[in-house]
């Protein structure tokens, strides 16, 4: 059975990555300010660069939108010129969704000071330590997502009881 303190130390983990989503969130909403955008256009641009073009389903199914507010963030984003449409080289039928090459680099071109930074503060560490540290970090993302989904259907069906 964990002591007390031990079970501090536990909280405060988590309560530091907690802080840490805090300070992503914030860093995310002044970078979207910059470009001009919202956060969740933003959300939808990193995606879209990292894993490259996709449906709008799709794309609304990773970052947790309805397909409605994705088609939305979809279109502000195009209209900005960070995305456009085009026909899927698969199934002409389809139309899948990609970041410009330009207005992918203008948005993440500010994140790079940040991630130069945060490679030479892991090189700190050892591998062993990285490892650890991904281990947690992903087994942390997956429990979050989890509770998230848990949330999602409490919205949707199961009314959550309020404070008076």
């Keep these: 059975m964990p002591d ?6 536990h909280h405060s983990l988590v309560f530091t990555v907690m802080d840490l989503a805090t300070a992503i969130n914030t860093a995310g909403q002044t970078a979207a300010e910059v470009l001009g955008i919202n956060q969740t256009d933003l959300i939808c641009l990193n995606v879209l660069y990292r894993q490259g073009s996709m449906t709008a389903g799709r794309l609304a199914t990773i ?3 309805t397909a409605g507010a994705t088609t939305t963030a979809i279109d502000r984003l195009e209209r900005a010129g960070y995305v456009h449409r085009r026909s899927d080289p698969t199934d002409r039928r389809r139309v ?3 970041a410009s090459e330009h207005g ?3 948005a993440f071109n500010l994140y790079d000071d940040l991630i130069d930074a945060a490679a030479r503060l892991s090189a700190t560490y050892s591998d062993e330590q990285l490892a650890l540290m991904h281990d947690l970090l992903a087994d942390f993302r997956a429990l979050i997502l989890e509770h998230a989904s848990t949330l999602e259907a409490r919205a949707s069906g199961d009314p959550v009881s309020r404070p008076n």
Aim: without cysteine.
């Design 4 to 9: 007390s303190a031990s079970e501090d130390r």
């Design 63 to 65: 970052i947790g939108l």
């Design 96 to 98: 899948v969704v990609e």
């Design 104 to 106: 992918a680099e203008q």
